[in-house]
């Protein structure tokens, strides 16, 4: 196994541990608001494709630099003016690269959320099966699923479309510039400042450089697609929990009653529902109290809120 393949294992390992470690002390609440197949997804496929991404970046990316550098180093020995050429166009096109950039990155998170809820409808559908067939809802549940894999397929064809229309712009731009030091070299030529096998050589040389800074390019559309699974991913380590679930006053031997005074409570992802509503209730010290009701009443909600 390479350096690089060992370093990229590490990383997702470490990567995994921190986010499990994080998601494993968040509050009642960020359970409540996040699905758990949307939780799964980040701890599974976006680390994988981050790792991969981020191995991806180290090996091809060191490559391709490196030949950008002596690229460019090879075309300044040869013709220094046609070289700074270059260098004004560059910083143009990496411009243009840079805010088409960040949009990819703002696609891709939306297409990750999408992968997402996908994730989330199917994990809580298998895990709640009997809960589905009991009311007879396949259909439904099939209907709701295939809805949102309809929404994920769209996201994933946009931002497919859009990484092509960012590469054929960048080879566009690559073949004019080529244009522009042909011309440019002409002229050198018709002046006596350059030789016809000077210039052919440098565009020789331009071509090689436009490969190496292609391969760069095609580089830079995976980095989009993982910055926006890293993102998901750090966004959660980073998460830090409403109440702590370490640490406070710790008591022993505690004993009394339990007593509920004109309790009302509501969901924060429903907060046009309410659950508990001026509830009033006392459990005696020592002893067993049963709450009956029918299926939604608040019976789940009063143990969560005890």
């Known amino acids: 196994m390479s350096i690089v393949s060992v370093f990229g294992e590490n990383f997702a390992h470490r990567l995994r541990s921190r986010l499990f470690d994080s998601v494993i002390r968040q509050d009642i609440l960020f359970f409540d608001a996040n699905k758990s197949g949307d939780i799964l997804n980040r701890m599974t496929a976006d680390v994988q494709d981050f790792k991969h991404s981020v191995k991806q970046t180290v090996s091809q990316g060191l490559k391709s630099s490196t030949q950008v550098i002596g690229g460019f180093a090879s075309l300044y020995m040869i013709s220094p003016k046609l070289t700074m050429l270059i260098a004004v166009s560059l910083p143009a096109m990496y411009a243009v690269g840079s805010v088409y950039g960040r949009f990819l990155r703002k696609v891709s998170v939306r297409t990750r959320e999408a992968d997402a809820k996908t994730a989330g409808i199917a994990s809580e559908c298998v895990s709640n099966v009997r809960t589905v067939r009991a009311f007879a809802m396949e ?168």
């Open 139 to 306: 259909d439904a549940e099939s209907l709701v699923y295939r809805r949102s894999l309809d929404v994920g397929a769209s996201w994933h064809t946009f931002l497919g479309t859009h990484i092509s229309v960012f590469q054929a712009l960048t080879h566009l731009s690559f073949s004019g510039m080529f244009i522009g030091i042909l011309y440019v070299g002409g002229s050198l030529v018709s002046s006596g400042n350059l030789t016809n096998g000077q210039l052919m050589s440098y565009l020789f040389s331009t071509q090689a450089l436009q490969r190496s800074m292609a391969n760069l390019v095609v580089l830079l559309g995976k980095v989009n697609r993982a910055v926006g699974a890293g993102g998901r991913v750090l966004y959660y380590i980073q998460l830090k929990p409403q109440q702590a679930t370490k640490g406070g006053l710790v008591l022993d031997d505690i004993k009394g009653n339990i007593e509920f005074r004109q309790v009302n409570f509501n969901y924060p992802t429903r907060p046009d529902q309410a659950v508990l509503k001026n509830f009033n209730l006392l459990v005696p010290a020592g002893k067993i109290v049963a709450v009956c009701g029918p299926s939604g009443a608040g019976k789940s909600t009063l143990a969560a809120v005890k």
